[in-house]
């Protein structure tokens, strides 16, 4: 059992980028109720947090990527790898929590936060050019990438309320291996990985076409 440290809204600001107009990865944490629940599809910039969105529509936003979480301890390690303070949100994460192995979490487990909502891990978040112009660091995505610490999005499955300080148990974990960190590796740097990926059911049907689309490199004869 974990806690929600604090939960997290966007607040648009110009995209350092300039890819996009905005951008919602300013994340702050905010005090009282947030109503959570199911966007819909991905396109139109909704997600699971009421008084947050997406700007990149085609990227971000819809079922599958609702709300987006990530550790406190990985937040903290980073932090001592950079050599700066990393706030809650920084990440651009809607919950920030404590005392759960967000990265080690398998696709399809299920969280109850707060005795209302119940989540469910979908996939890891992939770093964009975004992130890295909002960190301000050069090398950010790949940095990030190596480490494979990723943080989890996740569906809604049960609306309700959520505020920081609520409980969060783990209700039911799949049977299968496939965690957070590994399907991460599998859709950057580790393709080989790709195939395991399909254990894992409720991952999103986009990553699933790239798991089954995944042919290996010919072996070259000597």
Known sequence: MGSLLSVNIGRPRPDPGKRHALTGIDKRPVAGLVAVRAPGPKGTGAVGLAGDRAYDVDHHGGDDQAVYAYAREDLDGWARELGRELADGTFGENLTTSGLDVNGALIGERWRVGGQ?????????????????????????????????????????????????????????????????????????????????????ALPEEEKDTARAYRPAATLEA
């Open 117 to 201: 909502v119940l989540l469910e891990v979908s996939c890891p978040r992939i770093p964009c050019r975004t992130f890295q112009d909002w960190m301000d660091r050069a090398g950010w995505v790949r940095l990030f990438t190596e480490r494979a610490l990723p943080g989890a999005y996740l569906r809604v499955l049960e609306p309700g309320e959520i505020t920081a300080g609520d409980e969060v148990v783990v209700e039911h974990r799949p049977d299968h291996e496939v965690t957070v960190a590994f399907a991460f590796r599998a859709l950057t740097r580790e393709r080989h990985l790709l195939p395991a990926l399909l254990a894992a059911d």
